[in-house]
T-cell receptor
């Protein structure tokens, strides 16, 4: 079975500091896509960052970056200079080409404290 | 904004009644999805569609059916709602750019009493 695991149900960080959210997954495929989504209290699902498994270079979007370790099947999200608006639930997701489905982790609730 | 709307946004219904949720997109995407979100489970796929009249089951499809008679509309039906189907339901479309990103609607909160 293809699974995605986020082992940190809750995390907190002080404003302006850096935090890393962990995600691991299980697959036998070689080509797939990985995503981090943010869900603020408004409930809207917002795409934060995308990583293609065939790319060795880690993706970066402004203050958000990933550490993609393909052999270890690990895909962590680093948020630099945390802002109060980063407070949200964060979901890791993996798109598997077989079946064309997106599998989500259970989520990490991040609180940014002033 | 991927042009996805869901209706209704909130619904309260009673056990045993049929319920239909609607997802509407304005950008002619081929793939559309229905998920449910429950605490501790993230989002789980119910059904998806890869074209008009082409649908397939996801991991939690029992008790749900879908229909897609037009590219822009994807309907999710609970034939006889149960309390276990109380959840937040999200519709999504898959980007056609080849990157497999999915973009989500605003969600529907359904409560089955």
């Amino acid at each position: 079975a293809q699974t995605v695991t986020q082992s940190q149900p809750e995390m907190s960080v002080q404003e302006a500091e850096t935090v890393t959210l962990s995600c691991t997954y299980d697959t036998s495929e070689n080509n797939y896509y990985l995503f981090w989504y943010k869900q603020p209290p408004s409930r809207q699902m917002i795409l934060v960052i995308r990583q293609e498994a065939y790319k060795q270079q880690n993706a970066t979007e402004n203050r958000f970056s990933v550490n993609f370790q393909k052999a270890a099947k690990s895909f962590s999200l680093k948020i630099s200079d945390s802002q109060l608006g980063d407070t949200a639930m964060y979901f890791c997701a993996v798109h598997y080409n077989q079946g064309g489905k997106l599998i989500f982790g259970q989520g990490t609730e991040l609180s940014v404290k002033p | 904004d991927a042009g996805i709307t869901q209706s209704p946004r909130h619904k309260v219904t009673e056990t045993g009644t049929p319920v239909t949720l609607r997802c509407h997109q304005t950008e002619n995407h081929r793939y559309m999805y229905w998920y449910r979100q429950d605490p501790g489970h993230g989002l789980r796929l119910i059904h998806y569609s890869y074209g008009v009249k082409d649908t397939d089951k996801g991991e939690v499809s029992d008790g749900y059916s879908v229909s897609r008679s037009k590219t822009e509309d994807f309907l999710l039906t609970l034939e006889s709602a149960t309390s276990s189907q109380t959840s937040v339901y999200f519709c999504a479309i898959r980007s056609g750019t080849g990157t497999n990103e999915q973009f989500f609607g605003p969600g529907t909160r359904l409560t089955v009493l």
